[in-house]
């Protein structure tokens, strides 16, 4: 993928569930399709590929991931996929795919509008490109994040950190329209219920705070954490039940070629 983190498996998945209801919902438009050939872009450990493999057990299934570590703990789940490590920036399939699966990867990459009609430009006609990303970055959890990043102790290391960005939803609409027959978008917003300590934080340790934990050492990280943690309190307060609310919103897009 377009980043250079150190993803930890583990962390990643302590919400798998969470995580992997907008992929389910993004499989469930994609109707009576039968792809032969499927790329997941960004197949992380290998949770989403898997759904594929269950719905097309007879198509040829390529994941593609930058992360080694990821990499690894899908192949010892899924050994008959090809795993192939890449720079989805920079990837190219060598042969026509029918379908183009992405889920929370592309935000990571910068330049949509180059990126996009290049993948487009790889499907089969009438391949699909399927992508759900992250919508969540004017949220509180976001953007206490970048707030706290900007300030005075934190900025040198971290000022020019970046956390993902997408563009708006009509500017998919305007790029894809007159390279495809067809697109969909939509939005929704889930309301994850949390539980645990510090639940919020935890889920953005697994994702989104990875590029700001790289740039600082043991003690700043836990210094920054804390300050982050405390933010994220006043905001995200636990229920009488034990459990937190996090509301997440996430963009979908359909496209056929």
């Not at 919902?25 to 399709?33: M, N």
């Not at 450990?45 to 994941?63: K, S």
């Not at 939803?169 to 917003?189: A, G």
Request: contains cysteine; charged residues 20%; glycine residues 8%.
């Amino acid at each position: 993928m377009g980043w250079q983190m150190s993803w930890n498996p583990a962390q990643y998945l302590r919400f798998a569930d969470a995580r992997l209801r907008p992929a389910l919902d993004l499989l469930a438009r994609l109707g009576e399709t039968e792809p032969r050939r499927i790329v997941d872009l960004g197949c992380g450990a290998g949770n989403v590929t898997r759904l594929l493999a269950e719905r097309w057990p007879a198509a040829e299934i390529v994941g593609i991931d930058s992360d080694a570590a990821m990499l690894a703990r899908a192949a010892r789940t899924l050994p008959a996929i090809d795993w192939q490590r890449a720079d989805i920036a920079a990837w190219r399939a060598g042969f026509s795919p029918d379908l183009l699966f992405s889920n929370a990867v592309l935000h990571w990459l910068p330049d949509h509008r180059r990126l996009l009609p290049e993948l487009v430009g790889q499907l089969c006609p009438g391949g699909v490109l399927a992508v759900q990303i992250p919508a969540n970055f004017g949220e509180p959890a976001h953007q206490i994040l970048r707030q706290l990043a900007g300030e005075a102790q934190w900025n040198d290391a971290l000022g020019s950190v970046r956390m993902g960005s997408i563009l708006p939803p009509t500017d998919y609409e305007h790029l894809l329209r007159p390279l495809c027959r067809q697109v969909e978008l939509w939005e929704t917003t889930y309301w994850h219920v949390l539980s645990g300590d510090d639940p919020v934080i935890e889920w953005m340790k697994g994702t989104t705070l990875l590029p700001f934990m790289k740039r600082l050492d043991g003690a700043a990280a836990e210094h920054f954490l804390a300050a982050y943690r405390e933010r994220l309190a006043a905001v995200y307060r636990r229920s009488p039940d034990g459990t937190t609310l996090f509301p997440f919103k996430r963009l979908f897009f359909v496209a056929q070629r």
